[in-house]
């Protein structure tokens, strides 16, 4: 394949994975396909040649969220020297403005099998985040209650879908991620325990765990 046709193709996946993550953030998962084509400005049809069902849309979104996520990981942990300013510095910028992380997005069915290329980017995802945290922790920077699931759910709160630009939703996710951070410090008694590995799995490839 040529350089051209490959730089190509990853634009329109760029594009179509940016379209579907707002349409099915705004109108759920029984949103048209067309919706997604025409707010990315391509055709229905290839579409559904690139991504043949809703499924592997999503899969490919949340795919992208966990690229990010690990992308901004690994920068974090290269330019910050202090262990504190690492993790503080990487939650801001999962947060700023129209990136991809924490959109609360639709769950899938539960008979959806996610592909290899899915669960080993959670998995390398997952490892780097524990060691922010874990970083953090045997500094005595943050409080040692806290576990890398409890920063990745964090996500999915501080990004709540509201009616009005994603601007200001910035401007507030940039506002209370600050106030969390602050929060990681106090070595006050938390009301309930964090989630485990095995439940944050579960709610990450939205299984009931029935």
């Known amino acids: 394949m040529g350089m051209a046709l490959i730089r190509n193709s990853a634009a329109y996946d760029d594009q179509v994975i940016a379209a579907a993550r707002m349409v099915f953030a705004e109108q759920g998962f029984a949103a048209p396909m067309s919706?997604?084509?025409?707010?990315?400005?391509?055709?229905?049809?290839?579409?559904?040649?690139?991504?043949?069902?809703?499924?592997?849309?999503?899969?490919?979104?949340?795919?992208?969220?966990?690229?990010?996520?690990?992308?901004?990981?690994?920068?974090?942990l290269a330019t910050r020297n202090d262990p504190f300013s690492a993790l503080a510095t990487f939650m801001r910028d999962c947060l700023e403005e129209n990136t991809p992380v924490g959109t609360v997005l639709p769950p899938l069915d539960e008979g959806h099998v996610y592909s290899e290329e899915f669960h080993r980017l959670q998995n390398k995802m997952a490892g780097l985040v524990d060691r922010l945290v874990?970083?953090?922790?045997?500094?005595?920077?943050?409080?040692?209650?806290?576990?890398?699931?409890?920063?990745?759910?964090?996500?999915?709160?501080?990004?709540?879908?509201?009616?009005?630009?994603?601007?200001?939703?910035?401007?507030?996710?940039?506002?209370?991620?600050?106030?969390?951070?602050?929060?990681?410090?106090?070595?006050?008694?938390?009301?309930?325990?964090?989630?485990?590995?095995?439940?944050?799995?579960?709610?990450?490839?939205?299984?009931?765990?029935?």
């Open 35 to 76: 919706e997604v084509a025409r707010r990315a400005g391509v055709g229905v049809a290839s579409v559904y040649r690139r991504y043949p069902s809703k499924q592997a849309l999503m899969e490919a979104v949340r795919i992208a969220s966990f690229d990010r996520i690990i992308q901004l990981a690994d920068m974090a």
């Open 134 to 210: 874990t970083e953090a922790q045997d500094a005595g920077a943050i409080r040692k209650d806290v576990n890398w699931a409890d920063i990745l759910l964090l996500f999915k709160h501080l990004n709540p879908n509201l009616p009005i630009s994603e601007h200001r939703r910035a401007e507030f996710r940039a506002r209370y991620v600050s106030i969390v951070i602050e929060g990681l410090r106090s070595d006050s008694e938390l009301p309930a325990p964090g989630p485990g590995e095995a439940e944050w799995r579960r709610m990450c490839d939205n299984r009931s765990g029935r």
